[in-house]
């Protein structure tokens, strides 16, 4: 059973269509013993970070997923909350990723939020296996892990930024798997094998 862990920041109907088409079988919860027990956790996001800290944090979570040995994946907020620190609502967040988040520059011809399919590559992990180099994703964000040493894929909005990253079994995707057709079914397929 795949866990989706239910902290009221996630975009549950996307992804659970897409974990459907899969024929995968997964329950959000928040349940700790059903995410410990989890074949795959998926940790979703859509929102802020510091309110997805203090949803986590009023749970009980971070300690939970912290001592997952089982594949881990962050979507968007998810992947961010993951990371050391975020610009956002100055949140310290769960120190998994080495990276510390920030909020993209406002600049001539750069819209934030990132909003729209972006080409990724530098894709490093059997997470992106039989997914061509340079192809498209669907990103919506406004705050962005910088490269670091758990990057395994990168993309560019007015700088390059981490696509994805990883640290032992906690993988992380700025995009969203779930809104990014057939490149991003792939990739969940490509998760939930591991």
Known sequence: ???????????????????????????????????????????????????????????????????????????????????????EGNAECMEIFDAKVKRFSEEPGVKVPHMGWSKISNMESKLFKDIEKGSYVYFVHSYYAPLCPDTIATSRHSEMFSAALKYENFYGVQFHPEKSGAVGEQMIANFLSL
């Open 1 to 87: 059973m795949i866990a989706v862990v239910d902290y009221n920041m996630g975009n549950i109907c996307s992804l659970g269509n897409a974990l459907g088409r899969l024929g995968a079988e997964w329950r959000l919860t928040s349940d700790h013993d059903e995410i410990r027990k989890a074949s795959h956790v998926i940790l979703p996001g859509v929102g802020n970070a510091a309110e997805a800290m203090a949803n986590l944090r009023k749970l009980g979570l971070p300690e939970v997923i912290w001592k997952i040995r089982r594949p881990v994946l962050g979507i968007c907020v998810g992947m961010q909350v993951m990371c050391r620190h975020s610009e």
